[in-house]
């Protein structure tokens, strides 16, 4: 039982390129959620999916898309990266649907993205 | 809109010594209170929440934390800090009514030392 996977660990870009990191959890949740942190910030939520084929912006969304594959699986796409997309990047899963405030999240490794 | 605050970017703590990390909220409705730790280059990890009920909560690693409704608050506590308690701490708040997304604080470093 692996929980919440995230890959690639590192990722260096240059502005313009894109990439998409990826998330899959084996937990059998139906939300899934992604999240950035960054120094003295905390952390705030990019987007979310409260269950299998729909997903929801969050807090900061912009310059970002997502795409719930399965039930599994929730990727997220940076089309033309910058460097204030410069971050680590958290995926997160949660038993129900994201309208239950009191569900426990369940956090992946992070994917560590630098913007050049 | 909601929002949390941990008024402290660190807390140093000789080992042996009760710690206490702070944490205030804003939310209208009822709250949903959590603390997450992060220890270096690995994802949050889940200490406890609060959802209703008994106002001490008690979690993972001896940890426990009271939510004071009049105060606002849900401050983490342990009665007798270790080295390995070292980390960053988060607290987060959601509410119960509306789209119920966690909202965290800036996070608190603790340090103990030995």
């Known amino acids: 039982n692996a929980g919440v996977t995230q890959t690639p660990k590192f990722q260096v870009l240059k502005t313009g390129q894109s990439m998409t990191l990826q998330c899959a959890q084996d937990?059998?949740?139906?939300?899934m959620y992604w999240y950035r942190q960054d120094p003295g910030m905390g952390l705030r939520l990019i987007y979310y999916?409260?269950?299998?084929?729909?997903?929801d912006k969050g807090e900061v969304p912009n310059g970002y898309n997502v795409s719930r594959l399965n039930k599994r699986e929730f990727s997220l796409r940076l089309e033309s990266a910058a460097p204030s997309q410069t971050s680590v990047y958290f995926c997160?899963?949660?038993?129900?649907?994201?309208?239950?405030?009191?569900?426990?999240?369940?956090f992946g490794p992070g994917t560590r993205l630098t913007v050049l | 809109a909601q929002s949390v605050a941990q008024p402290e970017d660190q807390v140093n703590v000789a080992e042996g010594n009760p710690l206490t990390v702070k944490c205030t909220y804003s939310?209208?409705?009822?709250?949903?209170l959590f603390w997450y730790v992060q220890y270096p280059n690995r994802g949050l990890q889940f200490l406890l929440k609060?959802?209703?009920?008994?106002?001490l909560v008690k979690g993972s690693y001896g940890f426990e934390a009271e939510f004071n409704k009049s105060q606002t608050s849900f401050h983490l506590k342990k009665p007798s800090a270790l080295v390995s308690d070292s980390a960053l701490y988060f607290c987060?708040?959601?509410?119960?009514?509306?789209?119920?997304?966690?909202?965290f604080g800036s996070g608190t470093r603790l340090q103990v030392q030995p």
């Open positions: 999916s409260a269950s299998e084929g729909t997903t």
């Open positions: 609060y959802i209703t009920g008994d106002n």
């Open positions: 939310v209208s409705g009822n709250p949903y």
């Open positions: 997160a899963s949660s038993e129900r649907g994201a309208s239950w405030g009191t569900d426990t999240q369940y």
């Open positions: 987060a708040v959601a509410k119960d009514t509306g789209r119920r997304a966690l909202t």
């Open positions: 937990m059998n949740h139906n939300s």
